[in-house]
């Protein structure tokens, strides 16, 4: 393998002698005391001497044709007060000789990155520079964790500082064993950097004993693998001094008996660590649901200070802590981008120190209806900072941040709000309400009230100092600020520049209402004249727009007189047509209630002329109804209809008397049956045909019915449901066709009617009424008792 690889890397080189008369030239620049050299392509092209009094120096590599970093660069005497080295992208460089770093006896920081050719180290290279103490080995692909150690073993006792990012290539497997332990033996490293590797093995307990005196540890986008072969024990066990862990990327890689030794892992290492980032550390396939109880005494993590577990696919978080808190000083906690739909407020009662939350990119409205929602940060009152954008959140309590007073920054926005009044008057430090991306079209007075007192006692008071905040987001947002402070060189003493966010420190709140449906309309009136107007800082107040009728306005001064003149003219004609509308409806009343007795009265004389009528036996209309109905269907009509009617009208027209003439009990033996039909229907009032299929079949039956349409009577019908009607004669047709009926039908006995008896009974009874009523005023000149009946012919 290696000599295909010589041979590969041996044809690009002979390709870049070709080349390199195209190549820029070597380009050296001097900047104070630093010293930078690019597109360095061979030794004749390395800088031999230096100018004075650099300390630091680069040099960078391009189409380069040497195949080992070799002796001999470094001997002019200048090169004596070099104490940082940077050295990449030397593509065909394949190793490093023994003297190659001779001259360099001041050296405390060396760089030997991106030199994807590497495959050798000579193990005694560092024999010239004893006092490095940062050594950074990155990107190399080709260069094998074996040849690190080699170079250490024995030497370099002042090393603090050594990474190894992308070490022996994607595919290769890195273990950190017995070997590494011995190389790292009588060093003190304080940073210990091995990302990117995608096979990572610990596989002796000593490595956690050797790494005692680590305090920034990066195994970032790893997959690490802890052996199960080996007895895990508490014994010799010192105490971890690591302050920084960064796991971002790391997947999860559980193997049996590993969670019997989980305790003494998390005693050894997490017992000092301030900050903590495990940023995609689940496969994202796999749902986690941590219902989790934690019963030991000893506070392992009481010292976290910031925690990144974002992108983890945590749907579910409750855990609970017994007894102590394990996070009572946990300051920034990131839990967004994980489509969470329930954070226990339990948890977050444990974290009294929490500053900053980030629960943004989550599913949170599945518990915005739950009974912890508006308590869910109640006991976080340090809580300055939360973010809860992108939730598909439509309701917010009015009372979820009113335990919060020390809230600065209030991040709501893309979610799905359409209303938004919450309590703010204790939240006198409030800088920024973000609500962008929702679906508010206005909001309620009595916010923009709380609002403008909070803007008002921002202008006049002193606020609390958000320095030390402003830093913590920064320092949560981007871990490098973090790791800045355990990085070589770095200096105390200077101030770390802050990152301000939202202008947090600046007296004056902010309010973001982009992208929301605002509408201008009357209604909405003076919530337009509150963002024209208002001292509150509104975001690109001079591109909010709100919707006008079927277009956009921007909302300025001019669409505000626009609307106010607007809803004036509305309002006087909103006024007139009052005026008008009232004295219509003082008519419309008055013609109602008028309308309303006369019927009453017409009803009730109708009524009185009808029981005169039914009850006294010298009177021709002797019947309220004459039921029509074919023999084959009489017991239907004897034992259900006919005394149901009889009795509905009885109880009406307070009488005993029987209302209801059918031909069964009515026709005289003897005569014509026609004669008796005729007969029938002119002594009574209504005729109520029951239609049936046997009904439509029956001569006589149909005869009667059309003889009641010839005279005329009212003609109300009782059809049984699902008769077929299209092949009966004509009348009857037009008739079904043109008039409401009742349908009934018989199901396990029991009578079924649409609508209901009382109904059919008050409509047979109304015509009834009427056809009395009209012959009464067609004879109006005769009196009453002389009035000739309708003649039987």
Partial sequence: MDIEKMLILSLHFIVAVFRSSSDARVACTVND??????????????????????????????????????????????????????????????????????????????????????????????????????????????LKLSQVEATLTGRLNKLKYLSLIGIQGTKRRVVLGETFTKALQSKNLTNLIISRVK??????????????????????????HLATNVTWTSNGMVSHQCELIDLTGCPILVHSGIKQREQIITRSILQNVKYMFTQS????????????????KHNLISSLKIMDLSQNNIIILNITFAGENYLNALEALNLASNNMEYISPSFLSSLPS??????????????????????????????????????????????????????????????????FNIELLNALDLKLTDLRNNRLKTLPAELLEQLEQIVGHLQTANTQDATKTNLLLSQLQDKNIIAEKYSYGYDASKSVQIAENHSGNKQYLMINLLENPIVCDCDTLDFVKW???????????????????????????????????????????GLVTGLIVAVALCIFTVAAIIIVRHKKAKRNKGLELLRKEVIQDNRHFKYVVFLSYCSKDMHIVDEYIRPTLNTIFQEKLNTEKDLVCTGDD?????????????????????????????????????????????????????MKQNTNTNDTVGAIRQLI?????????????????????????????????????????????????????????
């Fill in 33 to 142: 005391i630093y010293y930078t050299c690019t597109n360095v392509s061979s030794k004749a092209d390395s800088p031999l001497v230096l100018p004075t009094n650099i300390q630091q120096v680069t040099i960078l590599g391009s189409n380069n044709h040497e195949q080992s970093l070799t002796s001999g660069l470094f001997k002019h005497k200048t090169w004596t007060n070099v104490s940082e080295l940077s050295i990449r992208e030397f593509s065909y460089a394949l190793f490093i000789e023994r003297k190659f770093l001779d001259g360099l006896e001041q050296l405390k920081f060396l760089s030997i990155s991106a030199c994807p050719a590497l495959m050798t180290i000579d193990p005694d290279v560092f024999h010239y520079t004893p006092d490095i103490e940062a050594l950074h080995l990155d990107e190399n692909y080709n």
């Fill in 199 to 224: 096979m990572l093995y610990i596989e002796h307990t000593s490595v956690l004993e050797t790494l005692a005196t680590i305090k920034y540890f990066n195994l970032s986008y790893s997959s690490i």
């Fill in 281 to 296: 550390i689940t496969y994202y396939s796999n749902q986690f649901r941590m219902h989790i109880r934690y019963n030991n």
């Fill in 354 to 419: 929490l500053r900053i939350l980030d629960l943004s990119n989550n599913q949170l409205h599945i518990m915005q209806t739950s009974h912890e929602f508006p308590i869910i940060f109640s006991k976080n009152k340090d809580l300055e900072i939360i973010y809860l954008r992108n939730n598909k959140i439509s309701v917010v309590p009015s009372t979820l941040f009113s335990s919060n007073t020390k809230l600065r920054i209030i991040d709501l926005s893309e979610n799905e709000l359409v209303y």
């Fill in 531 to 573: 963002i024209i107007v208002t001292d509150i800082v509104i975001f690109n107040r001079t591109n909010v727009r709100c919707s006008y009728g079927n277009k956009e306005e921007l909302v300025n001064k001019e669409t505000y007189e626009m609307i106010k003149e607007n809803c004036r003219l509305l309002y006087m004609i």
């Fill in 666 to 718: 009515s026709f005289v033996p003897g005569r014509l049956i026609i004669e008796e039909i005729h007969r029938c229907v002119n002594e009574s009032l209504v005729v109520v045909p029951v239609i049936t299929p046997a009904f439509l079949e029956s001569r006589w039956s149909l005869r009667e019915c059309v003889d009641a349409l010839e005279r005329p009577r009212p003609v109300i019908v009782l």
């Fill in 737 to 793: 066709a043109h008039y409401t009926r009742a349908t009934w039908s018989v199901n396990e006995g029991q009578f079924l009617i649409r609508p209901s008896w009382n109904s059919v009974g008050e409509a047979i009874i109304h015509r009834a009424c009427e056809t009395l009523l009209n012959y009464r005023r067609q004879n109006v000149n005769m009196p009453n008792e002389l009035i000739p009946l309708v003649d039987v012919t």
